[in-house]
């Protein structure tokens, strides 16, 4: 597979723990093991070592169980790549960081990823963003994304503070919370980069483990000693790991995908209905077919959604300064007049959120950030939230609110 992107990190090498059983899937993984289940048109490993390929991995060892091999061997044989891929054999359940332990000498003292195989990322290739952010910190790396309250019991949950550089420092690690007690919401994703430093703990934490091996722990342990950050990624998390999480996934995906283009970066072609589309509104002389009045409609709709499309892209936020940050409020906001906006990545540092937040955590709702301008007024972050309160028939909703240094509100002077 061609390389997207080029790998200059001096990280080279992945780990794929796949010895779990799958239990959580019931009888979908009965005869066939998770990782091989189609995750639409290729079984879900493939999009895993694709993830890391398209990286610049170069080298992956998938730690599997002896009853997996066979099945394992057959699909390798068929997968075209240009990393070389080693296979090891976990013979009993361990834990997560069991699984890493057998990789310990094939690893040696080199920084590497490790991926998890029933837990996806769709809209961006999150080792990218691990290997730049280790890059720029020489770091052990967590991912984290934005969780709803619900869900975070589910998960690890990181404590974290801003960094100068847009990164996370990461205080703690809080390994599936009560409901209501989580320190964040952001929950870390199955994607890390970890250095030589992880092997000593996870020795540590095998001689007071009782039973399996956790990797939470010994991350937890490192984070109290300041050598763990976190990167939040603004794909859309799947969870593979249970039947409803795989069907979601193959939903989303399927609609994700042309022509079998990767998921985890944007589409190269263009397909039939965005090409008609953009010649309809590109000139007024295109002659169209006769059309039944059901592929009228459904061509309305197309030209409808690409239009909105058009118009959403067409607007994105300007860069937020800190002193904008600084001057953040919040207040009650017309739920009317807000429109969303293409987010500038990593250009919205939520910095000042999580200052606000840790000075008075129950005072304000966090979750949804605007950006007022003379042009309006543009979400920032917290989409899902909005579109909850638009579900309830709110007219007014609760936010922050950031303006442009030279704002100049019309109401003020009357």
Known sequence: MSKNNVNRSPVKKAVIPAAGLGSRLGQLSAITPKELLPLVNKPAINWILDEASDAGIEEVC???????EEQFEKFLSTYRTDMKIQIMI??????????????????????????????FILGENVVLALLEAYQRSQLMVLTVV??????????????????????????????????????????????????????????EEAISAVGEIQLTSSLQALSHDAQVIATLTQGERHDLGNQEGWLNANIAFSKWITDGSSPIAPKMNTNFAEFLVGTILATDSLELPNLTEGEALQLKEVIEKKSASQEVESKKLPPISIQMWDNAFFDLVDLCKISTVKKNGKNQSLR?????????????????????????????????????????GMTQIPAWIIRPLDFENPLARL
């Open 146 to 203: 934005e969780t709803r309250q619900s869900a975070l019991s589910s998960y690890g949950v990181a404590n974290v503070k801003p960094r100068q550089d847009d990164l996370l420092h990461v205080l703690d690690i809080i390994e599936k919370p009560p409901l209501g007690s989580a320190p964040s919401n952001l929950s870390i994703v199955g994607r890390y980069l970890l250095t030589n430093k992880i092997w000593a703990s996870l020795h």
């Open 90 to 119: 976990q013979r009993k359940p361990g834990g997560l960081g069991h699984a890493l332990l057998i990789a310990e000498r094939w690893v040696g003292n080199d920084p590497f990823v490790v991926l998890l195989p029933d837990d």
């Open 62 to 68: 998938l730690i599997i169980s002896p009853s997996k």
């Open 352 to 392: 000042i959120l999580w200052q606000r937040l840790q000075s008075c955590p129950t005072e304000v709702n966090p979750f949804l950030i605007l950006f007022e301008s003379n042009l309006g007024i543009s979400v920032v972050t917290g989409e899902e939230r909005l579109q909850e309160y638009r579900d309830l």
